[in-house]
């Protein structure tokens, strides 16, 4: 499975994403961010081949209409409240992501 994972500036929540499921979950994972200020900007590369798309907040979903609509995707509503691998976010992440992951 290829998952992506996108959030704002890909610079908190979106590569503690790719991390911890890459690491835990041994899971093919990459990050992006919808801003032009993000450490990686979404491409359309990242979009291609990926089986999963997780966004961080409905308005990332938004971003990319055209490029996203034949992908699986899910909105993971976690807001913009935490730091990299910050130990409540990487608990949610571990909450709300594994029930996507065997579908």
Request: aromatic letters at 10%; one cysteine or more; a negative charge.
């Given at each position: 499975m290829?998952?992506l994972?996108?959030?704002s500036r890909n610079?908190?929540?979106?590569p503690?994403?790719?991390r ?10 990459r990050s992006a ?5 993000a450490?990686?900007?979404i491409s359309?590369k ?8 997780s ?5 990332h979903?938004?971003?990319?209409p055209q490029q996203l609509?034949?992908?699986k995707?899910i909105?993971?509503?976690?807001p ?11 608990a949610l992440?571990q909450?709300?992501v594994p029930?996507?992951l065997?579908?």
């Open positions: 290829n998952t994972f996108i959030c610079q908190w929540r979106s503690t994403a790719e911890v499921f890459a690491v835990d979950y041994g899971i093919r994972t961010g919808t801003s032009r200020h450490k990686h900007s359309s990242d979009v291609a081949g990926t089986d999963l798309i966004v961080m907040e409905q308005k979903k938004q971003k990319f609509q034949h992908k995707i909105v993971l509503d976690i913009d409240d935490y730091h990299y691998m910050d130990e409540a976010l990487i992440l909450d709300v029930p996507y065997g579908e």
